[in-house]
């Protein structure tokens, strides 16, 4: 089993939709949770991190974790054609040495 | 305040030549990671880097490759002798802090082995 898996793609919708992505993770020991937003031959960008369970809203994003499922989502509400892009939950203990573990990403597309 | 730089862009190799990726990270960070990217997969840790020591490089392959991050100018990924499998993006990001956490990225160099 993967450290981290996350809902394979792609996954279209049409502009205004609220978008759900999902990761799950089975190493107990992650307590810090990002997602990361990638653009076509860009590099990944930082669009929400939360530290343990619980929610955390900006803007049109939301992200959730649920520690005791192993389970986060990232909500994005009203979603507009620029969030077309590759979506990456990344995990880290946090501990001194921890470094980040990545999911493979979802391709999102946002049909006008 | 620039993001992390990294160069070159998209570099081309023979087989056997070597590549020398750099990443300069945000002022202020002193943490490094290098990341590697194949098409369709996520991305894969390598190596993580404070100032001039290596602190977890369960993730290179252990020939071929090296990494170092000196006390002056930027963090070095070295690949000796490449081959077609080590074409991908090479990415880096750097922290404050370690753990990983808010890691900012570069935006990669695209490594073609020819």
């Known amino acids: 089993q993967k450290e981290v898996e996350q809902d394979p793609g792609p996954l279209s919708v049409p502009e205004g939709a609220i978008v759900s992505l999902n990761c799950t993770y089975s190493n107990s020991a992650f307590q810090y949770f990002m997602w990361y937003r990638q653009y076509s031959r860009k590099g990944p960008e930082l669009l929400m991190y939360t530290y343990s369970s619980g929610n955390k809203e900006d803007g049109r994003f939301t992200a959730q974790v649920d520690k005791s499922s192993k389970y986060i989502s990232l909500f994005i509400r009203d979603s507009q054609p620029s969030d077309s892009a590759t979506y990456l939950c990344a995990m880290s203990s946090g501990g001194a040495n921890s470094k980040l573990t990545f999911g493979k990403g979802i391709t999102l597309s946002v049909r006008p | 305040n620039a993001g992390v730089m990294q160069n070159p862009r998209h570099l081309v190799r023979r087989r056997g030549q070597e590549a020398r990726l750099r990443c300069s990270p945000m002022?202020?960070?002193?943490?490094v990671y290098w990341y590697r990217q194949l098409p369709e997969e996520g991305l894969k840790f390598m190596v993580y880097?404070?100032?001039?020591?290596?602190?977890?490089e369960s993730g290179m392959p252990k020939e071929r490759f090296s990494a170092e991050f000196p006390k002056e100018g930027p963090s070095i990924l070295r690949i000796q002798q490449v081959v077609r499998g080590d074409s991908a993006a090479y990415f880096c990001?750097?922290?404050?802090?370690?753990?990983?956490?808010?890691?900012?990225f570069g935006q990669g160099t695209r490594l073609t082995v020819v």
């Open positions: 880097l404070q100032k001039e020591n290596i602190i977890d």
């Open positions: 990001a750097s922290s404050t802090k370690g753990g990983g956490t808010e890691a900012f």
């Open positions: 002022k202020g960070h002193s943490h």
